[in-house]
């Protein structure tokens, strides 16, 4: 009678769904997180410089992604879009649903850390004939995004594990996988372990290379 397969000749059995699994994970949390960021810089924006209008929009799209749970927007981008016939896939609804999450997030980091800058800056560029657009990129862009990195890594950290929700509307990101390879092995503890760790390994990473962005921002 042969010995049953030990974890790790069960974890080499199930390496490709679960790095398919990663795989998806990574790219969803990377898509959100650079839609999120463009969109969010351009709300931040909105909310500091726009006129009354632009600031009663932005303000309103931000209080109200934010005060929307994250599974509800994904459920939201999977099923309602579809009624208004905009078919998504579950892949391209869930990084939509996250993005839009990520967005209200990035807004209001990127709003503090403008409205932090002395306001004679922007008119010292003005006087010297810069553009908004020249005033942003050279002198309060770098010093807002040296005040907002901290709080972008730790956004980027919580899309990470927001992503674990896509499971729902069936996403095959790690989670997925990993409850699967479950089905079949009956080895819970050790496969959510795991799983635990890659999540950690993928956050570890987000945290070293914002800490690498900074370091090299605070050398310029």
Known sequence: MNPPPSFLDLVWLARWPLLY???????????AIAGGTVIGTLLGLALT?????VRIVARAYTDFVRGTPVLVLVLASFYILGT???DLSAFQAG???????????????????LQTLPKGQTEAAKAIGLTFGQTFRYVLGPQALRLSLPPLVNTGAEMVKASTLL????????????QEVI???F????????????????????????RLV???LSAA
């Not at 699994?21 to 898509?31: D, E, F, M, N, R």
């Not at 990084?95 to 850390?113: D, K, M, N, Q, Y």
């Not at 996403?171 to 996988?177: C, D, G, K, S």
């Not at 080895?187 to 914002?210: D, H, K």
């Open 214 to 216: 900074e370091r090299r």
């Open 21 to 31: 699994g990663l795989g998806t994970t990574v790219a969803i949390s990377l898509l």
């Open 95 to 113: 990084v939509l649903a996250l993005t839009v999450f990520c967005s209200s997030h990035v807004g209001e980091i990127t709003r503090g850390a």
């Open 183 to 185: 089905s079949r092995t």
């Open 84 to 86: 208004i016939g905009l």
């Open 49 to 53: 410089y726009g006129n009354r209008f």
């Open 167 to 178: 499971s729902v509307i069936g996403v095959a990101e790690l989670l997925l996988r990993t």
């Open 187 to 210: 080895q819970s503890l050790p496969f959510y372990l795991l799983a635990g760790l890659l999540y950690f390994t993928v956050n570890f990473a987000i945290e070293r290379l914002g």
